[in-house]
């Protein structure tokens, strides 16, 4: 009888086919579209200890970002701050138009398709050509103060405006780009939060250009004094945080202590603005609303720092509602109040270019 010979496996095929068996389910782990619960996260995705579910842990790059368009616990933050980006986006294009006379009047004249004049008489008075103020050789050229409403040309520059459009922008969408891609892995979480901080601390600094210069386009010493310190003072920050230590959910302090440091900072400045030019409206209404700003960026950090109110109620806020989304509603509303401002001395400016006042 002819013996049957055992049938041997391959040794080779047989890893090969293991091998891409464990391949493949590694890749369809990592694609696969499953919100998870807090304790079921990598350390290092966990932040806040009181949102408990809706994550996205470690999908595919594909997925991540059609995450935008789908429900989870970074869905309002992602649209929050992409929201203020186009906002800003949209003042970038209407302040580069060669039609647009830059400033807040302007602005509302481009809004709503009609000639904005002064509302305020004492601020017209104060602002516009005065017997007080005349100088023969200024020229005074602000368009919504020409009883003609004749268009006239700019005489002061728009580039401190772009500077701070810029700065607002870019904080904006490296917010809304981290919020969207730091779940896909640890090394995005790293690189993407270090560009959060960095764009938080770029908008900081730019928001500082437009109403110092404007506001002391007549005292060039001061005017390079606080626009030199706050951009060393931004520079550190940003080496600071680029620190892979400092991004822990444990200096969440830190870190808003040290933003709101530089923000607050602004306090020298405006001060010595008031001192030079109290007697004038825009200076002095355009102060209210950095106050404003002030406000709201500190409230929004409180909430950021305390994490209210998902803290009272654990769970509750997944979704919508909870600490860091509010924060990012502040934070615009703080950049749109810190605009107002800066068009209000832009006008202030473009009242006397030559400094007659």
Not at 37 to 60: G, T, V
Not at 142 to 171: D, H, R
Not at 223 to 232: A, E, N, W
């Amino acid at each position: 009888m002819q013996k049957r010979r055992p049938v041997r496996e391959s040794s080779k095929t047989t890893p090969e086919r293991n091998g891409k068996a464990l391949d493949s389910g590694e890749k369809k782990k990592r694609s696969e579209r499953r919100l998870m619960k807090f304790e079921e996260l990598p350390r290092y995705l966990k932040d806040n200890e009181y949102i408990h579910n809706h994550y996205r842990c470690e999908w595919s790059l594909k997925e991540t970002f059609l995450s935008a368009f789908s429900w989870h616990n970074e869905t309002l933050n992602i649209w929050t701050h992409l929201g203020g980006f186009l906002i800003f986006g949209w003042m970038m294009v209407v302040s580069c138009m060669e039609t647009t006379e830059v400033g807040l009047a302007g602005f509302v004249s481009v809004f709503s398709g009609v000639t904005i004049r002064w509302p305020w008489p004492s601020m017209a008075k104060a602002v516009y050509f005065s017997s007080d103020h005349h100088d023969s050789n200024v020229t005074h050229t602000s368009s919504f103060l020409n009883p003609q409403g004749e268009v006239n040309y700019e005489t002061i520059p728009k580039w401190p405006w772009l500077v701070f459009l810029t700065g607002a922008m870019t904080c904006l969408i490296c917010s809304s780009m981290s919020h969207l891609f730091a779940c896909h892995s640890r090394r995005f979480n790293l690189f993407f939060w270090r560009l959060d901080y960095a764009g938080i601390s770029l908008m900081i600094v730019c928001s500082f250009f437009a109403p110092i210069y404007y506001a002391f386009s007549c005292h060039t010493y001061w005017r390079l004094f606080y626009l030199s310190s706050i951009s060393i003072l931004g520079l550190l920050a940003i080496f600071a945080l680029l620190s892979p230590a400092l991004s822990a959910p444990r200096f969440r302090s830190f870190r808003a202590a040290l933003f709101l440091t530089m923000g607050f900072s602004g306090v020298i400045p405006a001060s010595h603005v008031l001192y030079l030019h109290k007697d004038h409206p825009n200076v002095v209404i355009a102060l209210g609303y950095e106050l404003a700003m002030a406000v709201l960026y500190a409230t929004g950090a409180g909430f950021y720092v305390s994490r209210i109110p998902e803290r009272w109620k654990p769970g509750a806020f997944d979704i919508a509602g909870h600490s860091h989304q509010i924060f990012h509603v502040f934070v615009v509303l703080g950049a749109l109040a810190h605009s107002v401002a800066s068009l209000l001395i832009m006008d202030f400016r473009r009242a006397s270019p030559s400094c007659a006042f």
